[in-house]
């Protein structure tokens, strides 16, 4: 069954800092992988996602991921973050022969002035 | 453009009374789904559908129910609430889950409280 883990449920880091989130999934195969943000008291916005083109995907607002088969890793990174990235991120997997996805249990990040 | 719309935006319930959530979506998407939001728990899969006439069971579906007569809406139905059903609920909808380049477009959410 596929699956994804978001390996921290809450990050903190300094306003200018390098933001890693880190997320592993399972599959069988090549899955397709998002990765979600959700501002306080809002809907879910796409920020990126991977569909076995290029292995590293970039999204909106300075953030990217890499796609890793071998660590089986779809780490979502921003070179400096902003104190509007404080947020909760969700990564989520296509289960495409369940015609559903799969959301990781979110990772909160926080910004330290 | 109005993507995504849920109704209501807050609601509080007594424990066994019965209400329906409402999603509607103006895109025409075949794909449309309900999760659950809790702390900790990330967000759970309680029912989908690929297409009116045509709904199936997430990871949670025990207490709700859902139907969709047609593509524009799907409302999700608690028959008999219960305080575990306290959360913050989200409509989703997306073009196809046939395609692998498509993604989910989401509802504000509704945050309902039963008591």
């Known amino acids: 069954a596929q699956s994804v883990t978001q390996l921290d449920s809450h990050v903190s880091v300094s306003e200018g800092t390098p933001v890693l989130l880190r997320c592993n999934y399972s599959s069988s195969y090549s899955p397709s992988l998002f990765w979600y943000v959700q501002h306080p008291n809002k809907g879910l916005q796409l920020l990126l996602k991977?569909?076995?083109?290029?292995?590293l995907v970039k999204g909106i607002n300075g953030f990217e991921a890499e796609f890793k088969k071998s660590e089986t890793s779809f780490h979502l990174t921003k070179p400096s973050a902003h104190m509007s990235d404080a947020a909760e991120y969700f990564c989520?997997?296509?289960?495409?022969?369940?015609?559903?996805?799969?959301f990781g249990s979110g990772t909160r990040l926080s910004i330290r002035p | 453009n109005a993507g995504v719309t849920q109704t209501p935006k807050f609601q509080v319930l007594k424990t066994g009374q019965s209400m329906t959530l409402q999603c509607a979506q103006d895109m025409n998407h075949e794909y449309m789904s309900w999760y659950r939001q809790d702390p900790g728990m990330g967000l759970r899969l309680i029912h989908y559908s690929v297409g009116a006439g045509i709904t199936d069971q997430g990871e949670v579906p025990n207490g709700y129910n859902v139907s969709r007569s047609t593509t524009e809406d799907f409302p999700l139905r608690l028959l008999s609430a219960a305080p575990s059903q306290t959360s913050v609920y989200f409509c989703?909808?997306?073009?196809?889950?046939?395609?692998?380049?498509?993604?989910?477009?989401f509802g504000q959410g509704t945050r309902l409280t039963v008591v």
């Open positions: 991977y569909t076995s083109a290029a292995t």
């Open positions: 989703a909808s997306s073009p196809s889950w046939t395609a692998l380049n498509t993604e989910a477009f």
């Open positions: 989520g997997t296509l289960y495409s022969s369940a015609s559903k996805i799969i």
